[in-house]
């Protein structure tokens, strides 16, 4: 090898060990290659990696508008304010896991949140229901023929007529009631022929035969009257009518003038309309709520204005497994009849009266099967709250668990709080994606996340100084 060749071998080698010598030097003094390998070194680094720096300005409307000079949004066209950090009161890792929400009073302003306090209030805890006028079953008659015959005449022809008690619905013609009604008369003869026999026996017999003739004919309806009728006039009827058992409406005509009937063919069907039922369809979580006896008001936008009282009486042993539901009765005075079979209905169970804790139902939202609120713990500052509730009325929720008595809550933009939260990415396990388990079922709570140790910085002093 020449001295030339060793010359330019040494040249490489000392260039190599000076570009090492530089880079190791510049690993270590210049903070963003260090970051750039390491970004998990420093806390401080990764909150300026989060936020943007100081003198960076934002629109109030659209927060992932950034400048480093003031000017116009370029979406609404506002004037760009000063951004500021996350948390004012917070360290930038507390505010990130608790997903706290920070913004200025212009921002608070812009976006209208309003907040109030949660209290506690008198709360009456009804029940709401659907349901549907049906009639009494109890008061519901089936009128049947007590003979073979024919009809020979209508005197009801059509559903929907109102009947009284007594009313005569048909007339038929039966062969074995007129027989009857001859035997009938051949017994009262008897009676009149041996009046003055001294023959007590003969008497009795016949008197015997009468009943007998007389029960007969009762037994295939007819009435009293009809037999004071034929013994008065000593002529037996050719057809018979018959009558209504009950007043009320009737429901069903089965029968037609001409037609054969036999002992047995229902011929009408007759209900009252006072009172009548209403079946109301109680969802199974609240059925503990409406027991028998309870006081139920009943409205149809049929009357408006218009109030119906009643009671519970009967509540099924069944739940509808399709809608959940179970079927609550409640028996309803029906004055006058205007509330119609097949009518919906609203139905108020009046449920305990009571002071609870409750907040307003704005200031709860629902997302699937959760409930969530934002607290404002600080001025401007505002945390994501696990909720469950409990009744609604009046325009407020009863609250289980998650807020306690005094706790500010947002009662308008809670969506636009949650929104700017979720774009940037700070808001804590159970609320984030709105699909994260509840407090107690795997995900820590607020509070759990508060007293939750931070994790030590890692260790780099064998990176050397």
Known sequence: MTEKKVGLLAGIAAAVILAGIAGTVAFYKVPAFHALLHPHADNAAVGSAAKPEKGQYTCPMHPFILSDKPGACPICGMTLVPKESQAANLSDNAARSLGMVSMNPT??????????????????????????????????????????????????????????????LLEIYSPDLVAAQREYLVALKGIERLGDSPYEDAREMSRSLVDASRTRLKLWGVTDGQ???????????????????????????????????????????????????????????EIQRVP????????????????????????????????????????????????????????????????????????????????MSWVEVEPNTFEPRMTRVGARANGYYEILSGLSEGETVVTSAGFLIDSES?????????????????????????????????????DHSGHGK
Request: a positive charge; proline letters at 8%.
């Open 107 to 168: 921002q608070r302003l812009m976006a209208n949140v309003a907040t109030e306090k949660v209290s506690r209030r008198e709360f009456a805890l009804d029940t709401l229901a659907v349901g549907k006028v049906t009639w009494d079953e109890r008061k519901v008659a089936r009128v049947s023929s007590r003979i073979g015959g024919r009809v020979e005449k209508l005197h009801v022809d059509f559903t929907g007529t109102r009947v009284v008690k007594g009313q005569p």
């Open 227 to 285: 037999l004071e009728e034929l013994a008065r006039t000593k002529e037996p009827k050719t057809v018979f009518a018959v009558f209504a058992p009950r007043s009320g409406v009737v429901t069903e005509r089965l029968v037609t003038a001409g037609q054969y009937v036999m002992e047995g063919t229902a011929l009408y069907s007759i209900a009252e309309m006072d009172p009548v039922w209403v079946q109301a369809e109680v969802h199974a979580f």
């Open 292 to 371: 028998v006896g309870t006081s139920a008001v009943v409205t149809t936008q049929a009357y408006p204005g218009r109030e119906f009282r009643g009671k519970v009486t009967f509540v099924d042993p069944y739940l509808n497994v399709e809608t959940r539901t179970v079927k609550v009765r409640v028996d309803l005075p029906n004055p006058g009849w205007i509330l119609k079979p097949d009518m919906f209905v609203r139905v108020a169970f009046k449920g305990r009266k009571g002071t609870v804790l409750a907040a307003p139902e704005s200031a709860v939202l629902v997302t699937g099967e959760r409930a």
């Open 422 to 458: 979720q774009l940037k990415g700070g808001t804590s396990d159970p609320h984030a994606g709105h699909g994260a388990p509840e407090p107690g079922k795997g995900a820590a709570s607020p509070a759990q996340d508060r007293a939750a140790p931070t994790p030590p910085a890692p």
